[in-house]
Nanobody
Framework: QVQLVESGGGLVQPGGSLRLSCAAS????????IGWFRQAPGKEREWVSCISGSDGRTYYADSVEGRFTISRDNAKNTRYLQMDSLMPEDTAVYYC????????????????????WGQGTQVTVSS
């Protein structure tokens, strides 16, 4: 059974950091890309970042470039999103999603290209 489980969300002050984890089970991530999306109340789901399963290529939305870093640990079948210099506008529920790299990497920001989604983890940036 394919499953993605996010963790690491919480409350942090502006300028702070959090690291989100996305643990996969039921399959190995070697041939799959992992994307991170977020959705704030009343807003559409927004793509944040993506990492290729095979070679670790990374992709970022302009809004997080230079502040967020996506990484992988193949031994743990887990992907991470390190979030630094957090701002109140980063407040959202963060989701990880996966799909075949051959398909997802054509357009990493398109959520319909992803096949499986986690349940989400809340990130709140507030003083």
């Amino acid at each position: 059974q394919v499953q993605l489980v996010e963790s690491g969300g919480g409350l942090v002050q502006p300028g702070g950091s959090l690291r989100l984890s996305c643990a996969a089970s039921g399959f190995t991530l070697d041939s799959y890309a992992i994307g991170w999306f977020r959705q704030a109340p009343g807003k559409e789901r927004e793509w944040v970042s993506c990492i290729s399963g095979s070679d670790g290529r990374t992709y970022y939305a302009d809004s997080v470039e230079g502040r967020f870093t996506i990484s992988r640990d193949n031994a743990k079948n887990t992907r991470y999103l390190q979030m630094d210099s957090l701002m109140p506008e980063d407040t959202a529920v963060y989701y990880c999603a996966t799909g075949r790299s051959s398909r997802v990497l054509r357009a990493p920001s398109v959520h319909s290209l992803y096949d499986y989604w986690g349940q989400g983890t809340q990130v709140t940036v507030s003083s």
